[in-house]
């Protein structure tokens, strides 16, 4: 008999650590500030979330956390199909929802008709590019982002990358072999922001393969924190952990440092936060707020771009005054995060609870025949 049909346990998520699902939260909204931030004090240097873009370092910490957690002590019970299966399903509707929203924001965008620069052919591959998270960067006038029509897909290809390497070798790795690859990775990384300047890479055909350097570490990094035990019990709560984490965004940029600065928040910092939030202590009032903060977190991280490209549209039409764009950004983020409620609610969670029912009754089917 399958496996999985004598311990139907295994196809079932371990309960989430509160707090950093709250701090991902968080971070989601940081990254939505940080993109209109982008457009309206194009260097990023000198804005006041000057270090924005850590927060998918962030991201991907917690991610090999979690997946360390969750799937350590059953993924070899459950296969390694089983397991990519079940983070498709997590991972993958939004991935879709997200081509979509950005393919409707760029055909209809009533400010700049950037659509008609691009034939059928390309508009088509800009869509499934962007569904099936293949690299298609054609569009010189946005940067050339991997996937135009919805850019934060990038760091989801280098998440399906770590997922697989879990599933196919990392899991299988003792700690002591799990810390030489972090070492190697920390090296990898520190080069890699040697050469770049910075870790606002990943995303552009120009610099893509920055994205692994990046996961590389922080993936790992989650992991060992998560397997050597290094949970740090404190009386923390959501709300210090949350100014702590807002300190690491809110580094102001200098060129002469950030090669030192950059370096110190992703290897040491950003780990020991996630480190912190796994053994702080959740006050019962953050409860609820914590857990919505964590479940609206990667649909606000997966819908909001495609409405950034039209404020950003707007801003290379209209040139309106920094007051409005301020008042914008203020607007558009309580809205995003309205949307990407409604989403997760009407769209995200049906079609997942839908797809991981049929994913059991495949599975039981399989197992009977």
Request: aromatic share 16%; net charge positive.
């Amino acid at each position: 008999m399958n496996n999985t049909i004598q311990h139907p346990h295994l196809l079932q998520t371990k309960q989430h650590f509160d707090i950093l699902d709250g701090l991902r939260g968080v971070a989601a909204v940081i990254v939505v500030v940080f993109h209109f931030m982008e457009i309206i004090i194009p260097d990023f240097t000198v804005n006041f979330l000057a270090h924005g873009y850590l927060a998918v370092d962030f991201f991907f910490c917690l991610s090999g956390f979690v997946i360390a957690y969750a799937y350590d002590s059953r993924i070899s019970k459950i296969g390694w199909a089983t397991f990519l299966k079940l983070r498709l399903i997590r991972l993958h509707p939004l991935v879709v929802m997200g081509a979509i929203i950005g393919l409707v924001a760029f055909v209809i965008d009533p400010f700049v008709p950037l659509v008609d620069d691009y034939s059928l052919g390309q508009n088509i591959g800009m869509f499934l590019s962007a569904c099936l998270m293949v690299p298609y960067p054609i569009v010189p006038e946005r940067y050339f982002n991997i996937f135009h029509l919805n850019p934060p897909t990038w760091s989801l290809l280098w998440e399906y990358v770590a997922n697989i390497i879990y599933a196919l070798v990392l899991f299988k790795l003792r700690n002591k072999m799990l810390g030489i690859l972090l070492a190697i990775a920390a090296v990898v990384l520190v080069y890699t922001i040697t050469v770049y300047g910075n870790l606002s890479i990943g995303w552009s055909g120009d610099n893509f393969w920055g994205g692994g350097a990046r996961i590389f570490y922080s993936f790992l990094a989650g992991m060992l924190v998560y397997r050597a035990g290094w949970i740090i019990k404190s009386k923390l709560g959501f709300k210090s952990l949350t100014v702590l984490l807002m300190l690491a965004f809110l580094m102001p940029y200098s060129d002469a440092t950030n090669v030192i600065l950059e370096p110190l928040i992703v290897l040491f910092y950003l780990p020991f936060l996630v480190a912190l939030g796994a053994g702080a202590q959740l006050a019962p009032g953050d409860k609820k707020l914590c857990v919505l903060s964590g479940q609206i977190s990667y649909p606000l991280y997966m819908v909001h771009y495609p409405f950034i490209w039209l404020f950003y549209s707007y801003w290379e039409s209209s040139s309106p005054s920094f007051q409005e764009q301020i008042f914008i950004m203020c607007v558009g983020t309580v809205l995003l995060v309205g949307f990407a409620y409604a989403v997760m609610k009407y769209l995200d969670i049906p079609i997942r609870k839908y797809l991981k029912a049929n994913l059991k009754k495949r599975q039981i089917k399989g197992s009977t025949a």
